[in-house]
């Protein structure tokens, strides 16, 4: 029996069912949700997401680029380690449980709570929701994200940073606001500042991606105002220019200068537009 089927004849005896299958690579990178004792949890079993070839290829650039392993067991371990410390430091995300419903699953796997709400992009994106409702939970949002930067600037702590901040990995869950999808980390806490600002440029790209254009001008507006580690908003640009690693410094200027779609909204377009909002923020505008 490949690991496929026993996989699923596993998950199958618990009344498993896929949330969220990935088609690239063996197809077993996944999210599945298994009813045990009447109480949904979800499986998330981490595989192969590319070919041989482009795993080992992804991997050497992670590891060159000061970021955790692509593999399959590196972000099956960089996620709990991750799932751990966020929620030891106050931070909410799933909870994790011992291996269920059996540690006959052939692949890495973490066993969570399943949490249901409504994922923070299309929660602000709903007409049907009054509009100072949206606002409330965005402001709630900002001042959480920004107490997470600034324990992650205290401690050192670079595992505390998302390597692909978006507010589609955020879930709305009552009066929750639980961020998911931490399998891999940067990991050169000399440069938590740096780190910062390359998250909350993904955060902002992410708004102007699945909002309209009015409504991420809105939110950004409201970022620059409510967002209380003004410190960080402040040097996001001079961070994105000078910060980080003598080689990450020479590979962001050659990244500017011929990588970057001029009509994108790129990270660098993206600390501008911070840039720009602080400034009509502070001339009353914003």
């Not at 197809?27 to 009813?35: E, F, I, S, T, Y």
């Not at 680029?65 to 106050?90: D, F, H, I, K, P």
Request: charged letters at 25%; aromatic letters at 8%.
């Amino acid at each position: 029996m490949n690991p496929e089927q026993t996989l699923r004849q596993t998950l199958q005896r618990s009344g498993g069912k896929p949330l969220n299958v990935s088609a690239r690579g063996t197809g077993l990178n996944a999210l599945w949700m298994v009813a045990l004792s009447g109480a949904p949890l979800v499986i998330k079993t981490y595989s192969r997401r590319r070919s041989p070839g482009r795993t080992a290829l992804s991997h050497l650039a992670h590891v060159l680029s000061g970021r955790t392993g692509y593999t399959a067991g590196a972000r099956w371990r960089t996620e709990r380690a991750n799932l751990a410390l966020w929620r030891q430091a106050g931070f909410d995300v799933p909870r994790v449980f011992p291996e269920r419903p059996a540690a006959e699953i052939p692949l890495p796997h973490v066993c969570m709570e399943y949490v249901a709400g409504t994922l923070l992009s299309e929660y602000l994106a709903d007409p049907d929701v009054p509009a100072p409702e949206r606002e409330a939970v965005f402001i709630r949002f900002a001042h959480e994200w920004a107490a997470r930067h600034a324990r992650a600037d205290r401690d050192s702590e670079i595992r505390l940073i998302q390597e692909h901040g978006t507010i589609e990995h955020v879930m709305l869950a009552g009066d929750r606001l639980v961020t998911f999808d931490l399998e891999v980390s940067y990991r050169d806490s000399r440069h938590v500042r740096y780190y910062i600002a390359e998250e909350l440029c993904a955060y902002v790209r992410s708004l102007f991606r699945t909002q309209s254009l009015p409504m991420a001008d809105h939110l950004l507006g409201l970022l620059v105002r409510h967002y209380p580690e003004r410190q960080y908003l402040a040097s996001v640009c001079a961070q994105l220019l000078r910060g980080g690693s003598r080689w990450g410094r020479a590979a962001r200027a050659f990244d500017r200068r011929y990588l970057r779609h001029p009509g994108k909204m790129h990270k660098y377009r993206a600390a501008q537009a911070i840039s720009d909002a602080m400034a009509r923020a502070s001339l009353g505008c914003g």
